[in-house]
Each structure stands twice: as structure tokens, then as C-alpha cells.
């Protein structure tokens, strides 16, 4: 955190950071402000942007409404635009800190997540998922596309 406090790139994104560096972690409201302030900036520009909450992470989801007149270049440069000095830091930092508060290796997390959840047999190791997710679309044993695999990489915590 003391290093993203460095690049911090607005007083309210230092606040939240210098917050984070004294308390040992990103407070949830501070987390949500930013998205917050990131969603208004979006709403500035005219993207209709929404968050919707995980109930099962607690983490939010962002999405952007869409019509016959949206511009995906022009919303890609306005989320960047928006994202600095409001969320681009602190959205990171406070959903990896939920997703993995011990800090471990997140391959092993992912790993381990697949052997609980019974999609890879308990002798499945973090070089056997590389080497499997390294193999052309199709031919990997493990099935990328089902809900569990999905849920264990999203948050392979639980």
C-alpha cells in the first residue's frame, strides 16, 4: 500500500491510501466511496455506469448500460480518464485484500479451491494447472467453462 500511496494521483485517493498504510487495510467504505467517485465521473461523460454488489464476496461489480449511440473506444478512454485519482488503486488493493488477506501464491489459492471443490483430484499441483492452462483452448483437462472453475478463480478464497 505505501507504494501505491506514492503514485496516488489525487488528494482523495492519498487520504484513502495514507487511511489504508495506518490501519493495515482499505476500509469498505472507503472502497465504495471510490467507486462511487468513479461512477460520477463516468455519469459526467455521459456512461451510464452502475455497481452491483456480491452478496457471496461482498465485492462490486461494475457494468455499463449500453445503447445504439454507445462508443466502446470513448468509454475505454473515459473509464481510464475516471479511474485515476478515484478507484484504479483502491478497487485493486481492497479486493485482493478480500479475495486473499493472507497474501499466498494465487495460482496455490486456485489450485487449492479446484481440489475442494473435487474439479482436479488431490494430486493436482500449481505446475499441472500451468501447464494445463498453457494448452490450446479445447485440449486442457480442466473444464474452464463450468460455474465451480469460474467461482475458484474469481475468489478462490472460498
Known sequence: MKQALQSASSDFERGV????????RISESDYREANEKYRECMAAKGDDVEFDTD???GLMQEHMNTDDTYDSAKANEDSMACAKGTNLQIRDLYERM???PSNADEIELVVGCLKRRKLVPDSFTKQDYLTEMGKPEGSSKLDTSSDAFSQ???NPSK
Do not use: P
Open 17 to 24: 491510501l495514507e487511511r489504508a498504510v495506518k490501519a493495515g
Open 55 to 57: 452478496q457471496s464476496t
Open 98 to 100: 478480500v479475495q486473499n
Open 152 to 154: 475458484c478463480l474469481a
